[in-house]
């Protein structure tokens, strides 16, 4: 029995980091209909500055936070500002596209910036734990955890109650509408966008500490950060968490029951289902 | 004179094609036979993608099953290439048929996500068959003839443009244009659109499989990742989209063009390749999202304008 | 004017031509970028080294003649199938005499069929799966010990342990090496009566253990014996750590001699369990390099980095060429094949020599981690050191 408590305590634990990672690609798509294929280059992007902040400067990964949505808000924002909004009237595949040859172009830079070694960010308390009813909890996860809720009520807060917030939705709902309300897209888009890369910085720190980094840990994550999204649908910030819980907890389970080699099909086939059976996802309304 | 011109250079490379093994020095094959294999694989996406505007980002998982039942049944059970290869395209239309019914129902970028999960998906499950080999793959049997994999390529990309051809000339064709342009008005007109989206989408994955059955038997060696990998997707997406998506020549041009400009740089500055690659994508989106086909016939009047036009036209 | 011009560049030509020295060229593809870059550089580094001082101590005398070594490597951006389109590339267009091999048992899989269809011989000292050397291909040869013999120094010295560990976990990673070490181990423990507790195989590039680890933590082995690549390693242990998880003891094949590894982990790769082929002592005599001392230093000082066990399976890999030629006397391929198969020399690396299939014997030495630095502790003859085992748990750890 403890056993099943500790699995699905690694489940839930594993989902608040998915929902965390997948945070910024929902807010961009949902709101944008941007879809980032590069979203995982930017976690990557997020970790390694964390990783520089660590070794250079000693400054603790939680301590770096800020700096790391920082810099990856100043990268989104002029990325969006002055390439992406070109073409975002053209067809939505073509974000899909040309977001695939960013992720291309960044990773090579990784590659050549950085090296293929592969980094790790191991502060003292990397291996904190604690006990809980018999369940074994390792801090940073925990704090992850903590972290992805606090974001998303955060998005979400910015989103519904301020000013951008709602130029924002204005822009997404309606755009001419919002341009003769005297809303600039250009910015708007680029702001959003910018905030989108944000939480994928914040992402890569925390995921720099848990796990190891190098030029190629892009990929993986944006599919996994993509099944989230769908699966928990597009529309309330909220259904990221939702959706990395029930992630996380299915692949934990697959891992005890069937095997730990079949996490990939049941993600992806999960997606597939949730797509076909209910593209909403499982907070979407149905219209 | 101009059409005739055009005609006669058409004419020659068609005859010049099959000739290369023995004119050209055997890297140029090698080569070639790469070329000719993607350059099969984005001609049928341009079916699926490029006339019927259901664009796939997935066809990988098709040359995937193609490559994985032609190993299959050589490894496996002692069949020869020709069965073989067979096998996976038949593989193949049975999981587009199956999978693409509910999948089909998906619009817009919807069904590219879709699709690529499914690749994904599929490409997980094989690495857990033990029948092909899990996540090791599969060793096909040496066969050491260059000239017979180039004569095939050629002989696969030939076939899919000349069935490209036929579907831009024929009621399907139409029927499939139409559910591009605007699929509730085909329903509309009467067009069965399931009927005819289900077909483009088992075209399109038979020619794709088909070509992973001969790559894997030149390769002589199969695996999940090499088999199902999304760069090649988005490698054969973009080699039709910058040729021209909708168009019978536009996928040949411009996979020939970047393959070959590619390949070049992989001899060269071996990793350069991938960032030239990453860095003409977002130049061809951004400039010439309809592919050279399109600039080819709208540069004489506008010009560099051509380009200033399709900014205007999509930027915010 | 321009006369003059061409002339003297003809004389130069000409002159450099009467000069030129007759060359062996070896071709390689190697992973420089991509995500087996890490480990691929040890390969590229290896052979430039080994084909530089092999030149400056003279080359490689073939029948009376000089000739120097060329080195031509590709990157294979650590893909399979472009690995395998360059070494038909290095054979068919750039003509290369002979082939080194790549990393990773799944590269020198594929990759040796092409030197199989082309009948010229390729070295590799990247790839130890046996199913590499099970196929009856002639021209394939390997200088990694035989992936299921992995972990046989080490079932031998737990065996020997007080109090002998009696449950073990296994668990390895999806693909080729992994799994022929996993099926060798398996069948070894087997047979020494060990009781296997967990016999798990994990997909390769798993990031997250964490599954895994609790169910171990359930069934409580002794031991666990992982067979996976340095990342996984490394995020095995850290999660370990953070699901306080901690056998008595912990052996893995890669990673545990790496320096960078260690550095990756700081103290958290104290009492870890390792393997490895080769260490840089003084008692490995070379006849380029002096020692494997004095390669490892030099290495070091040449590249910034140290050298491991891959670096001297590399410069194995261009000694055994160089000694088959010469013992050939020609280019030929086949006859060189043929040399290579009867080859048997000390070197830096150890005894080279290849058996039936085409695979090196080197027994593996059983290393612990012990205040951050690597002490053998077990090998052909016995107990070197006296390894601290039990593992102390976590939080009694210095």
Not at chain 1, 240 to 258: D, H, P
Request: hydrophobic share 50%; proline share 4%.
């Amino acid at each position: 029995m403890s056993l099943f408590l500790q699995i699905i305590a690694n489940g839930i634990l594993l989902g608040g980091l998915y929902a965390l990672m997948a945070l910024g690609l929902a807010l961009v798509w949902g709101v944008l209909n941007i879809v980032n294929l590069a979203h995982g280059a930017f976690i990557m992007l997020g970790a390694y500055v964390a990783f520089y902040l660590f070794t250079l400067l000693h400054l603790d990964p939680f301590a770096a936070l800020p700096l790391c949505m920082a810099s990856l808000f100043v990268f989104g924002y002029c990325l969006q500002r002055y390439v992406l909004n070109l073409i975002v009237r053209a067809p939505m595949f073509n974000t899909l596209l040309i977001t695939f040859g960013f992720d291309v172009v960044l990773t090579y830079l990784a590659q050549i910036t950085f090296s293929a070694d592969f980094r790790v960010v191991n502060p003292s308390y990397a291996g904190a734990n604690f006990t809980l009813f018999g369940v074994t909890l390792p801090l940073v996860r925990v704090l992850a955890f903590a972290m992805a809720l606090a974001l998303t009520l955060a998005v979400w807060l910015i989103l519904a109650r301020t000013p951008v917030g709602r130029a924002v939705r204005a822009c997404a709902q309606n755009l001419l509408a919002a341009r003769l309300y005297g809303v600039d897209p250009r910015t708007v888009y680029g702001l959003t966008f910018g905030l989108g890369a944000a939480l994928a910085g914040a992402a890569g720190d925390l995921y720099a500490v848990v796990s190891q980094i190098n030029p190629y840990i892009g990929d993986p994550l944006t599919a996994k950060s993509f099944a989230i999204s769908i699966i928990g649908g597009l529309e309330n910030p909220l259904g990221v968490v939702v959706g990395g819980l029930f992630l996380g907890i299915l692949e934990s389970l697959t891992s005890l029951y069937v095997g730990s080699t079949y996490t990939d099909v049941v993600s992806f086939g999960v997606l597939v289902l949730v797509l076909i059976a209910r593209p909403q996802g499982l907070l979407g309304k149905t219209t | 004179m101009k059409r005739a011109i055009a005609w006669l250079a058409l004419s020659a490379t068609v005859v010049m094609l099959p000739l290369v093994p023995w004119i050209a020095p055997p890297a140029l094959i090698q080569f070639g036979t790469t070329t000719l294999l993607i350059a099969t694989l984005a001609q049928a996406w341009n079916i699926i993608g490029g006339y019927t505007g259901y664009a796939s980002f997935g066809n990988s998982v098709f040359y995937g099953i193609g490559g994985y039942g032609t190993a299959i049944a050589m490894v496996q059970f002692d069949l020869p290439f020709g069965v073989g290869i067979l096998l996976g395209g038949a593989l193949a239309v049975l999981f587009a048929l199956l999978l693409g019914l509910p999948v089909l129902r998906l619009r817009g970028h919807y069904f590219a996500i879709a699709t690529l999960a499914l690749a994904e998906a599929m490409a997980g499950v094989v690495s857990n068959l033990d029948i092909a080999g899990r996540n090791i793959g599969l060793i096909l049997p040496l066969r050491k003839d260059d000239v017979l994999f180039y004569e095939l390529s050629l002989a696969l990309v030939a076939l899919a443009t000349l069935i490209v051809y036929w579907i831009s000339r024929s009621r399907f064709g139409f029927g499939l244009i139409a559910i591009r342009e605007d699929e509730d008005a085909a329903a509309v007109m009467g067009v069965n659109t399931t009927l005819f989206k289900s077909l483009a989408f088992m075209l399109a994955g038979f020619l794709s499989a088909l070509a992973g059955g001969v790559h894997a038997y030149w390769i002589t060696f199969i695996d999940p990742v090499s088999a199902f990998d999304i760069t090649l997707n988005v490698m054969m997406i973009i080699m039709a989209i910058f040729g021209g998506a909708g168009t019978v020549l536009g996928p040949l041009v411009g996979a020939v063009l970047l393959a070959s400009i590619s390949e070049v740089l992989a001899t060269e500055i071996s990793a350069m390749a991938s960032l030239f690659f990453g860095l003409v994508i977002v130049v061809a989106v951004i400039f010439m999202p309809r592919g050279l086909a399109d600039l080819a016939r709208r540069f004489r009047s506008l010009g560099w304008r051509y380009f200033r036009e399709n900014l205007r036209l999509h930027r915010l | 004017m321009k006369r003059l011009l061409f002339c003297a560049v003809a004389a130069l030509a000409l002159l450099d031509f009467a000069y030129a020295e007759p060359t062996i060229t070896l071709g390689a593809s190697v992973q420089m970028t991509g995500r087996l870059a890490n480990t691929g550089r040890y390969y590229r580094d290896g052979y430039e080294f080994a084909v530089q001082t092999i030149n400056d101590r003279g080359g490689v005398k073939v029948g009376g003649e000089r000739y120097q070594l060329a080195l031509k490597i590709l990157d294979n951006q650590s893909d399979v199938n472009l690995s395998v389109r360059q070494y038909t590339q290095l054979l068919t267009q750039d003509k290369v005499n002979f082939l080194l091999g790549p990393f990773a048992s799944d590269f020198a899989l594929a990759d040796s069929s092409a030197a199989e269809k082309y009948e010229v011989p390729m070295i590799e000292g990247g790839g130890a799966s046996d199913q590499i050397f099970s196929r009856g291909y002639k021209f394939i040869f390997g200088t990694l010990p035989v992936a299921s013999k992995y972990f046989e120094s080490t079932v031998q010295a737990m065996s020997k342990l007080e109090p002998a560990p009696k449950a073990v976990a296994l668990l390895y990673a999806d693909d080729a090496f992994d799994v022929a070490v996993a099926k060798g181990t398996r069948e070894r423990m087997q047979a020494d009566g060990f009781r296997i507790t967990q016999d798990e195989r994990y997909s390769s590039n798993a990031s997250d253990f964490s599954s895994l680890i609790s169910q171990m933590k359930a069934a409580g082995p002794d031991a666990v014996l992982v067979a996976g690549h340095e990342t996984e390693v490394l995020n095995f242990i850290r999660q370990a750590k953070s699901l306080n998880f901690s056998p008595k003891l912990y052996s893995f094949t890669v990673g545990v001699p790496t320096a960078d590894f260690r550095n990756a982990l700081g103290h958290d790769a104290n009492f870890a369990f390792g393997m490895t082929s080769w260490l840089p002592s003084a008692s490995l005599k070379d006849d380029y390099f002096t020692n494997a001392q004095e390669f490892a230093q030099s290495y070091q000082k040449k590249f910034g980095y140290e050298p491991d066990y891959h670096a001297a399976s590399a410069v194995a890999d261009v000694e055994a060429f160089v000694k088959a030629i010469e013992a050939a006397g020609t280019l030929d391929p086949k006859k060189v094949r043929d040399a290579i198969a009867k080859v048997d020399f000390e070197s830096l690396y150890g005894r080279v020599q290849f058996n039936a299939e085409g695979q090196i014997n080197l027994p593996q030495v059983v290393v612990q981690v012990l205040n951050d630095g690597v002490v053998p502790i077990y090998g052909q003859k016995g107990f070197q050191n006296k390894p601290v085992y039990p593992m102390p748990p976590w939080e009694k750890r210095p």
